[in-house]
Structures are given as structure tokens and as C-alpha cells.
């Protein structure tokens, strides 16, 4: 009885989020996260009652599309940094196990090569939405929700560029 409550639970709480992602123009797609390599499980949803639809059985996790976005990965001693500079203006989030931070970014703001640079990933298909546990990172988390900067990613201004050029000249592992 309290398995059954506690998936309705579960169930709707996804639903409520990938709702709520769609329907401020944030694409999504039904996360399988199995417990290596997570895999969009169907195709992308960009309304909320479609997302209702898909959401309303199974509690898929759900993966953010990044069409209006890309999402900037970086070592913990470029996030933090970046982070402090740019405060509430960036939707931002936080893989815990390795310390690594998500920045959501309005396509081409960054050098992809600046960005590797500085031991850091730039994502332009899609990332776990936070909430998402993965055995690799932990459970994902947002420190400045999207709803905080109205739903819009970081339009690009100069702290990226004086973090990571902190990195010039000294690439990683050389």
C-alpha cells in the first residue's frame, strides 16, 4: 500500500516538473536512467500537455533539451569562481559527487575549445534535468532555479571569459 502511494507520489511530482519545464519553453524528453548511460526514452515533449501525457504513468527522470540552450560543465575550481561572478543571472546546477557545475547558457556563447580548456564540457543535446539521480554524479540539483532568471539562460557577458582565461596558458594535465 505504501509502495503504491509513494509511486503516485513520485509519478506526479515528475509530472508536475516536466510540466512546468514545458510550459516556459524548456523542451524535455523521457529520461531512462538506468545505471549506466542514461538514454532519452522517447521523443522530445515541448508542451505541458504533452508532457502530462507522457508523465501521467510512468515516473520517467526528465532530460532538458538544449535547444535553447547549451549547458557549460565545469571542475569545481572554475565553477565556483564563475558561479560568485555571476550570481542569480545564470540558471545554475550542481552535480555533487564530483563537484561539477551546470551553467545554462544562451548556443554559442563559449568557445567550445576554451571550454575543454579548462576541463569542462560544453552540452548541445541534452542534460539530466536536476532532481535526476545518476550513479556517476549524485542527485542533480539547482542552486539558481530557472524561474529565477524568468526562464531564460545566460546571455553571455564577461565573467566566463575572466574565469576561463584564468586556464590560458596552463591546459589541464600539462
Not at 519545464?21 to 529520461?31: F, K, R
Not at 556563447?109 to 554524479?137: F, M, N
Request: net charge positive; hydrophobic share 45%; with cysteine.
Amino acid at each position: 500500500m505504501l509502495d503504491g502511494r509513494l509511486r503516485r507520489a513520485q509519478v506526479k511530482r515528475l509530472r508536475e516538473r516536466a510540466i512546468r519545464y514545458a510550459d516556459n519553453g524548456w523542451p524535455v524528453a523521457p529520461l531512462a536512467v538506468p545505471s549506466v548511460d542514461p538514454y532519452l526514452a522517447a521523443e522530445v515533449v515541448r508542451t505541458g500537455a504533452e508532457a502530462a501525457v507522457v508523465w501521467r504513468e510512468y515516473p520517467w527522470d526528465i532530460a532538458l533539451i538544449a535547444e535553447r540552450f547549451e549547458v557549460m560543465e565545469l571542475p569545481p575550481e572554475y565553477g565556483a569562481l564563475l558561479n560568485h561572478q555571476l550570481k542569480t543571472t545564470c540558471p545554475t546546477a550542481i552535480a555533487p559527487t564530483h563537484r561539477r557545475w551546470w551553467f545554462f547558457l544562451e548556443p554559442g556563447s563559449v568557445v567550445p575549445e576554451q571550454v575543454l580548456a579548462a576541463g569542462g564540457v560544453l552540452h548541445r543535446h541534452w542534460v539530466p534535468a536536476p532532481g535526476t539521480r545518476l550513479d556517476s554524479a549524485g542527485r542533480i540539483r539547482w542552486l539558481v532555479h530557472p524561474y529565477q532568471t524568468r526562464w531564460q539562460a545566460y546571455r553571455r557577458q564577461d565573467p566566463i571569459d575572466a574565469v576561463l582565461s584564468l586556464n590560458a596558458g596552463n591546459p589541464r594535465g600539462g
